[in-house]
């Protein structure tokens, strides 16, 4: 009879890549949060179809390689030179250009993640301020119950079924046969009630500075902005209706494409872009079925003289509006003659923000899409 081995198989082994994965991928969720700031004003995934993919540096997770020489019998590094047995070998974090240091260095890999994966991590920490259910009274056939018939009402709901019946039980109880006449009190009309239901409704007046004053930088600043905002509106609402407003001296309404690709110049009076936004508020948006917000970028530079018609539109719009955003995209310290307008206004409605680098478009989104209406 043959011998025979019995072997206990560490199991545990089996289960070391399926770890590493998720320890990569925990790994790659930090990064993308570490990163998040650059990521969204990224140039490739701001003109992205959301469906393509970016790199991002993550902290590799090689293990430290220790190498035996069988000729020496003794471990050495990886790099140039001997070292002592069991010894870590240092890496450089940049790959070489600088002074040999005393301390490990960390590899970093460049690690693909999609535009979904940036979207998630940026979307959750947004919501719209103040957001109400508000009460729609349903006006279509769906939203009317008929809940009653009575003796009295319009000659449109009479109801004939329940009419003929009353007229035959009326004539069999006074044993009349054949056909008589349906007399006024055999006419029944049905009653109806119309159906109210709570409806998410988002209405958003989204508002860009498109003077000559407006440089490159400025621009694509505000585009970011509202690049990401309509694609949390549009993913995270799903009765919203986004309006787009492009103005220099004179505000017109556009097309979302026209919105984000058209390129103004000319001088810059923003009133005419609050007067065009309480116009359809006003006439399309009431404060009792929606929930409004307005949205407004420039660089403050504006018409001296039209500064002081800013303020009551402004003040107007906030009565309308469950909030109205101002952010401003300036490279220097200064206060702006537009920020100063916002400055007079004390509503607790209205918020404003100073971007001065592209990093900044996500403290400006986290600043007007938070659930507390004080930030």
Not at 137 to 153: H, L, M, N, P, Y
Not at 266 to 291: F, M, W
Not at 307 to 333: R, T
Request: a negative charge.
């Amino acid at each position: 009879m043959q011998g025979s081995t019995v072997s206990k198989e560490d199991w545990s082994l089996h289960q070391q890549g399926q770890e590493d994965q998720k320890r990569h991928n925990r790994k790659i969720q930090q990064a993308v949060k570490d990163r998040l700031p650059e990521l969204i004003t990224e140039e490739n995934v701001i003109m992205s179809d959301g469906k393509k993919m970016v790199k991002i540096p993550v902290r590799s997770l090689d293990e430290y390689k220790i190498r035996y020489d069988h000729s020496k019998k003794k471990h050495i590094g990886q790099g140039n030179g001997d070292s002592g047995e069991g010894d870590v070998i240092a890496r450089s974090r940049d790959g070489g250009g600088r002074q040999a240091g005393s301390e490990p260095g960390e590899d970093y890999v460049e690690a693909e993640v999609s535009i979904e994966e940036i979207e998630t991590a940026l979307f959750s920490q947004l919501d719209l301020p103040d957001f109400k259910q508000k009460e729609e009274v349903e006006a279509s056939k769906e939203g009317i119950q008929f809940t009653d018939i009575r003796t009295k009402g319009l000659t449109g709901n009479i109801d004939k079924k329940k009419t003929m019946m009353t007229a035959f039980k009326r004539n069999a109880m006074n044993g009349e046969a054949g056909f008589h006449p349906i007399l006024p009190e055999d006419i029944r009309y049905k009653t109806w009630t119309e159906s109210k239901e709570k409806e998410s409704k988002a209405a958003v007046i989204a508002m860009m500075d498109t003077s000559g004053s407006m440089g490159m930088f400025e621009k694509y600043i505000a585009r970011s902005f509202f690049f990401w905002l309509v694609k949390f509106l549009n993913l995270h609402y799903a009765h919203v209706e986004i309006r787009f407003i492009s103005h220099h001296t004179e505000a017109k309404e556009v097309e979302e494409e026209t919105f984000f690709t058209k390129g103004e110049s000319g001088g810059t009076i923003c009133s005419s872009a609050y007067r065009k936004a309480l116009d359809i508020v006003g006439s399309d948006y009431p404060q009792e079925r929606y929930n409004v917000y307005a949205f407004h970028i420039s660089d403050g530079d504006n018409l001296t003289s039209d500064n002081e018609k800013c303020l009551p539109l402004i003040q107007k719009l906030a009565e309308h509006c469950n909030m109205v955003g101002y952010g401003e995209v300036s490279q220097y310290h200064r206060q702006s003659s537009l920020m100063s307008v916002f400055a007079k206004a004390e509503e607790e409605e209205i918020r404003t923000f100073i971007m001065r680098r592209k990093t900044e478009v996500l403290d400006a989104l986290k600043y007007f899409l938070s659930k507390k209406s004080h930030v």
